[in-house]
């Protein structure tokens, strides 16, 4: 983990020495970067009389400052840059704070949209006193801030850090529950539990001054033009791209890499490419592949195997026999736990392959995302006046399915069509509406679920960018700053092309993520490239959850029933079916326990 922090006062008079409170924002930050991790860090500080500002990094970081400052500007960076304008910023001499600087002095704010990585850059108008948070696209770097009117904003990467400062006082918002049940948009994914703190939401940059708080622009992804080109030049143009973002990994590594194998196609392409890669030109980094064994789960490490075989690599393999999800949670407990995610993941004392060096992993995650369909692909079809091509569709889905066709077209076409904007089965993560009671579906209906996309982007089209650009997934991250993590599928040019692509390069009725296996179908193995999918990895929950009577000691508690939020008997039934692994949509569910688990928690606290 590493972390920054900053503290900005408005005021022309003299100002009041808040040294002493802001260090107890850095001493926050120091133990969230982690006990667990033999890894050494470096400091950068800026303080004068109105400003504190620090960023800390760890040392196989590729900058040789996270902090630069002119005579107009302070420059903070915080995470990671992989290019700006196509250029990439490789070797252990490149200062990126003082590139930025340069940047913004040349170009201004906007410039910011043309750098691609994974970072919140912190910019200060020193004369004007105004302050500009930018959060990258993805949003997996997060930031919060608190402002007050006419005298400070103070802001950081976590919670845990902001609510050491004595000026913020965390009061509860019970608008947050709604927020949280809600697919992201906009405006809620600002919202933290808390009133007067805020999230900077993925791809956006904040401008803070003295008497107001405005969006200064979003970056959005741009689609890709692919007219004219054909099959052979598409699959050419994805490897190429892919390749740029594994390389982009690699670059910013510190010799060596490891690689989070989990048996599916995502993470054995990032290492098939990452070996090439290391091969063809020479690079002088270490690759190590690694496994995680669940028992109770079904059995990955075969297909992990067929990639080190194939790669010539040694799998170091590690058994875990819990994923020490629950096992921790006291409901009694009166510790302030201050997100929901907090109350599953919080606590984990987290087993890694690579915690006693500072070796860079690199994992699969997003490659479900930006690489798969969505329910809305024969709308899009329409739209896009393919009309043809949508009836075909619709036929294969009828035969497939055995359902009447007129009944694919309604539910294909129609209801999306009839149901925009909706909020049914747009709640977060697909969670079955019929779990909450009359009155909190009628709170959730007022509160409009919207997309925030251009409506002029085919539905299909604006679905993925919710999912991938605003999703919860990548907010509840938060705090959970993993200083040696790199996700390749994370990356802007990826999800560009990914967004852009046909959608038949994406998922047919009887294959998945074509596009991934076609263009590097000559490096993987072949039984991960005839792989439909992987086999369920919820096993060890489950068994945990058997073993302990924690779900009994939720319904009791549940303040999800006290609150006439969650109808009790639909909750207790969707909680027996995930206990006995039966239930479809268990991250829906996992959500669901989390805000409870924590308004529990948190009950005699909550003001």
């Keep these: 983990m590493y972390f920054f922090?900053?503290?900005?006062?408005?005021?022309?008079?003299?100002?009041?020495?808040?040294?002493?409170?802001?260090?107890?924002?850095?001493?926050?930050?120091?133990?969230?970067?982690?006990?667990?991790?033999?890894?050494?860090?470096?400091?950068?500080?800026?303080?004068?009389?109105?400003?504190?500002?620090?960023?800390?990094?760890?040392?196989?970081?590729?900058?040789?400052?996270?902090?630069?400052?002119?005579?107009?500007?302070?420059?903070?960076?915080?995470?990671?840059?992989?290019?700006?304008d196509g250029t990439e910023l490789t070797g252990a001499a490149t200062n990126i704070a003082s590139i930025i600087l340069k940047l913004i002095e040349n170009g201004g704010i906007e410039t910011l949209k043309r750098v691609n990585g994974d970072f919140v850059i912190t910019v200060i108008k020193r004369k004007e006193q105004v302050l500009y948070l930018y959060r990258s696209p993805l949003g997996v770097r997060?930031?919060?801030?608190?402002?007050?009117?006419g005298s400070e904003v103070i802001w950081s990467s976590s919670l845990n850090q902001l609510v050491k400062h004595p000026v913020v006082v965390p009061t509860f918002n019970y608008d947050y529950i709604i927020?949280?049940?809600?697919?992201?948009?906009?405006?809620?994914?600002?919202?933290?539990?808390?009133?007067?703190?805020?999230?900077?939401?993925?791809?956006?940059?904040?401008?803070?001054?003295?008497?107001?708080?405005?969006?200064?622009?979003?970056?959005?992804?741009?689609?890709?033009?692919?007219?004219?080109?054909?099959?052979?030049?598409?699959?050419?143009?994805?490897?190429?791209?892919?390749?740029?973002?594994v390389e982009s990994r690699l670059n910013n590594s510190n010799g060596e890499i490891s690689i989070a194998l989990s048996g599916g196609i995502d993470s054995s392409a990032i290492a098939c490419a990452a070996q090439r890669i290391i091969e063809d030109k020479g690079k002088d980094i270490k690759l190590t592949l690694n496994h995680i064994l669940h028992p109770g789960e079904g059995n990955e490490l075969p297909y992990a195997q067929e990639v080190a075989n194939k790669l010539g690599l040694e799998l170091n393999v590690t058994l875990v026999e819990s994923t020490g999800m629950f096992e921790d949670i006291?409901?009694?407990?009166?510790?302030?736990?201050?997100?929901?995610?907090?109350?599953?993941?919080?606590?984990l004392n987290v087993k890694r392959t690579s915690n006693e060096k500072a070796i860079i992993n690199m994992t699969g995650m997003g490659g479900d995302q930006i690489l798969s369909g969505n329910p809305h692909y024969i709308?899009?079809?329409?739209?896009?006046?393919?009309?043809?091509?949508?009836?075909?569709?619709?036929?294969?889905?009828?035969?497939?399915?055995?359902?009447?066709?007129?009944?694919?077209?309604?539910?294909?076409?129609?209801?999306?069509?009839?149901?925009?904007?909706?909020?049914?089965?747009?709640?977060?993560?697909?969670?079955?509406?019929?779990?909450?009671?009359?009155?909190?579906?009628?709170k959730l209906k007022n509160s409009s679920f919207r997309f925030d996309v251009s409506t002029s982007l085919p539905t299909d089209t604006q679905y993925d960018v919710e999912r991938i650009i605003w999703n919860e997934q990548w907010v509840g991250l938060d705090g959970f700053h993993v200083c040696n993590?790199?996700?390749?599928?994370?990356?802007?040019?990826?999800?560009?092309?990914?967004?852009?692509?046909?959608?038949?390069?994406?998922?047919?009725?009887?294959?998945?993520?074509?596009?991934?296996?076609?263009?590097l179908?000559?490096?993987?193995?072949?039984?991960?490239?005839?792989?439909?999918?992987?086999?369920?990895?919820?096993?060890?929950?489950?068994?945990?959850?058997?073993?302990?009577?924690?779900?009994?000691?939720i319904l009791k508690k549940s303040m999800l029933i006290k609150l006439n939020v969650v109808d009790?008997?639909?909750?207790k039934e969707l909680l027996g079916y995930f206990t006995y692994g039966s239930l479809q949509d268990p991250v829906g569910i996992l959500r669901v326990l989390a805000i409870d688990i924590w308004l529990i928690m948190n009950s005699n606290l909550i003001t």
């Design 5 to 84: 922090c900053g503290c900005l006062q408005f005021s022309s008079q003299q100002s009041i020495d808040r040294t002493r409170f802001f260090e107890s924002m850095v001493e926050e930050g120091d133990l969230l970067l982690g006990q667990n991790f033999n890894i050494g860090s470096k400091m950068f500080n800026y303080r004068d009389s109105h400003i504190l500002l620090t960023v800390k990094q760890p040392d196989f970081h590729i900058s040789k400052s996270a902090i630069a400052y002119s005579e107009q500007y302070i420059i903070a960076v915080d995470g990671l840059i992989y290019e700006i």
């Design 142 to 149: 997060p930031a919060v801030y608190f402002w007050e009117r």
């Design 179 to 245: 927020d949280y049940f809600t697919t992201p948009t906009r405006t809620n994914l600002k919202n933290t539990p808390y009133n007067n703190i805020f999230h900077v939401i993925p791809g956006e940059c904040v401008k803070i001054d003295v008497s107001n708080v405005i969006s200064e622009f979003i970056k959005k992804p741009e689609l890709i033009s692919l007219s004219g080109r054909d099959n052979n030049s598409i699959l050419e143009h994805f490897r190429d791209t892919f390749f740029k973002c």
């Design 330 to 347: 006291d409901l009694n407990q009166g510790t302030l736990l201050l997100e929901p995610s907090d109350a599953i993941f919080g606590s």
């Design 379 to 442: 709308l899009g079809l329409i739209q896009r006046k393919q009309y043809s091509k949508s009836f075909k569709v619709m036929r294969e889905v009828s035969k497939e399915y055995q359902q009447n066709l007129l009944y694919v077209m309604f539910t294909t076409v129609l209801k999306p069509l009839l149901n925009k904007p909706s909020y049914g089965h747009e709640l977060m993560f697909g969670m079955n509406y019929q779990l909450f009671t009359p009155s909190f579906m009628q």
């Design 485 to 519: 993590e790199r996700h390749p599928f994370l990356d802007m040019r990826l999800i560009e092309l990914c967004l852009s692509l046909p959608y038949n390069y994406k998922q047919t009725l009887r294959n998945n993520k074509i596009i991934l296996k076609e263009a």
């Design 521 to 553: 179908k000559d490096i993987m193995p072949p039984a991960i490239y005839h792989r439909i999918g992987k086999s369920p990895h919820y096993g060890s929950i489950n068994e945990t959850l058997i073993r302990s009577n924690l779900l009994e000691e």
């Design 568 to 571: 009790p008997t639909k909750y």
